[in-house]
């Protein structure tokens, strides 16, 4: 399973662009990206998945270099809504393989 | 995206009982689910996977006959809590696996919140 490191804690403001990188040096071929948002006493919710490039969805971007050896979330223009933990991790596509969770980032909004 | 469901979501119960919690994927089939424990500012541990109509995988240090796993159809998959301490007091979440063609993706139950009294 390859392991992640992205930064314990992030603080921005309303209306700014904020992006979170996650480093997995170890990533394997069949391996995609995969990014959760969690608040207080809910379980995790799935933000964004990919495997190169750029994937962009309502909510998030992700950005995969060539190597793929770390990834970039990123959330446009964040509200105090968005303060929450986030978890990057790194899946083996189509396998029974389990999740293991690192110690995510807590991102904080200030008005 | 797939919604998944978990009941009870909150639960109190005296030492020495036991707690059945139940893990629902309500517009997916999951031939897989997963058990997490989680304990107040810390990270999401997995205690289990759940197969479908096979048995459970534990996770090391997990102890297999307290925490009973049942995944009786492809949708639902239950944990129970057998003799309940203080110390299994925590917030359980389920995972459950949606696959297809284009898709492998765990979705995530809202938690159960359980407090042993």
């Known amino acids: 399973l390859a392991k992640t490191t992205q930064p314990i804690s992030m603080d921005s403001y309303e209306g700014q662009e904020v992006n979170i990188t996650c480093s997995h040096n170890n990533i394997a071929t069949n391996d995609y990206i995969t990014w959760y948002q969690q608040f207080p006493s809910q379980g995790p919710r799935f933000i964004i998945q990919g495997y190169k490039t750029k994937v962009t969805n309502e909510v998030a971007s992700l950005f995969i270099p060539a190597d793929r050896k770390s990834s970039t979330l990123s959330l446009p223009r964040v509200s105090l809504s968005d303060t929450a933990v986030y978890y990057c991790l790194v899946v083996i596509y189509s396998s029974a393989s389990k999740i293991i969770f690192g110690s995510g980032t807590r991102l904080s909004i200030r008005p | 995206g797939a919604v998944v469901s978990q009941h009870p979501s909150w639960v109190i119960c005296k030492s020495g009982t036991s707690v059945k919690i139940e893990c629902r994927s309500l517009?997916?089939?999951?031939?897989?689910m997963f058990w997490y424990r989680q304990f107040p500012k810390q990270s999401l541990m997995l205690m289990a996977t759940s197969n479908e109509g096979s048995k459970a995988t534990y996770e090391q240090g997990v102890e297999k006959d307290k925490f009973l796993i049942n995944h009786a159809s492809l949708t639902l998959s239950t944990l129970t809590v057998t003799s309940a301490h203080p110390e299994d007091s925590s917030f359980y979440i389920c995972?459950?696996?949606?696959?297809?063609?284009?898709?492998?993706?765990?979705?995530f139950g809202p938690g159960t919140r359980l407090t042993v009294l």
């Open positions: 517009d997916f089939q999951a031939t897989t």
């Open positions: 995972s459950a696996r949606e696959t297809g063609d284009l898709t492998d993706t765990q979705y």
